[in-house]
């Protein structure tokens, strides 16, 4: 969804409170609406000045030129993905946000270069490569989380699990140690990290031993055509490949690498303005929103499953009551039956008196058989059915 302001419009809007809590309402980072003012030309207010105004202390207000631009005068605010998302996990953004907001401004000083114990164990593992060689590293197991890298950016990369360690647990997550690596728990949710490197796709260049092996294949090919024989080009060919794939030295962080569809930011890469570095609160706050996301669909399943539980017991209940009734239209039809030759065959005593050997067996024989059909007089007592005697194909 988009709003649209004017200048004046967003000018009132971004001096009525700190420019946090107005990038908040549109689902944004602070970061994205300065730029927004920036380019629109709309002044903000500067550090310091909403802590002059909670003192009740003289605050400058920075004046709204005007501008003969027509563009810059209509102002289109897309809302972020916070606004598409469910309450509780849109609140679990915000609240871890918000933390680690107020952790910042509060953090005491202290020696910045102490490692993370899992990231001392990282740091021990990149140690064995040459940190020059440009040798690609993967590296997975319950310590770590999941790495591939370069060696080049080996240093950079401790730094970054570090740091992303820190501002988890500042925000009150913890650890995990798992044997598919090292999670983020956050409310009991795992949340996977993984930290890999882009690569450049450049134009191979031939070592020795290939340009040899592709020199002595063109001069076999040469030798044949002289002699006029057919020479297949493809075959048996060196396997020189024509691209290679070279580090960048750009990093992505993943956090919870399963794609759900929930708009929830779950990549983050280095880009031209800015490091990952500078966006590890809105990284772990995302986090977050993924351990929320998570849980509601568990809820949601639990939800839906309930539901299908529901619709089985009710399913299995109009099944076995349509299965009574036919068994109890098969009995009152052989009883009916049953009276019936029963009448049938005092009639036909009553129609010979004296009946031959015969016409006697034959009535005895139509009791006989009324008796075997009633179920009233049956061997077996009728019982009511239960869910057991229902079949499968019955059921559905």
Known sequence: ????????????????????????????????????????????????????????KPAKKTPLFETKNVDLNKIVIREGFAHSLPDEIRTAHAEVKQKLRDQKINLPS??????????????????????????????????????????????????????TMQEAERAGFRLFSAEAGLHIEIDGELIPVSITEKTERVKHTP??????????????????????????????????????NKPSGQLILEIDDHSHWDSIPRKFSDRQSSRIEKRLSWIISSAAACAAAAKVRKQESARRAEEERLREIARRKKALEEKRFEDLDE??????????????????????????????????WILAAANRLDPLISRTSPRLLEDSDISPWENN
């Open 207 to 244: 070592t020795d031993t290939e340009a040899k092996a592709l020199k002595k294949w063109e001069d076999e090919c040469e030798r044949e055509r002289r002699h006029g024989r057919p020479v297949l080009m493809a075959f048996n060919r060196p396997n020189v490949p024509e691209w290679d």
């Open 331 to 364: 009995k009152m039809g052989h009883w009916t039956k049953a009276e019936t030759m029963r009448g049938f065959a005092a009639a036909a005593q009553k129609a010979y008196p004296n009946p031959s050997v015969q016409t006697q067996a034959w009535i005895d």
């Open 110 to 163: 202290k020696d910045q270069k102490q490692l993370h114990s899992y990231a001392e164990l990282l740091k021990k593992k990149l140690s064995s490569y040459k940190p020059g060689s440009g040798q690609w590293v993967k590296i997975a197991g319950p310590d770590f989380f999941s790495f591939s890298i370069s060696s080049v950016t080996a240093d950079r990369v401790v730094g970054l699990a570090n740091n």
């Open 1 to 56: 969804m988009k709003q649209v302001f004017t200048r004046k419009d967003l000018y009132d809007l971004v001096w009525s409170k700190p420019m946090t809590k107005v990038a908040e309402d549109f689902g944004l980072s602070d970061v994205a609406l300065h730029k927004i003012c920036k380019k629109h030309r709309v002044p903000n207010p500067g550090l310091g000045y909403w802590a002059k105004v909670a003192a009740n």
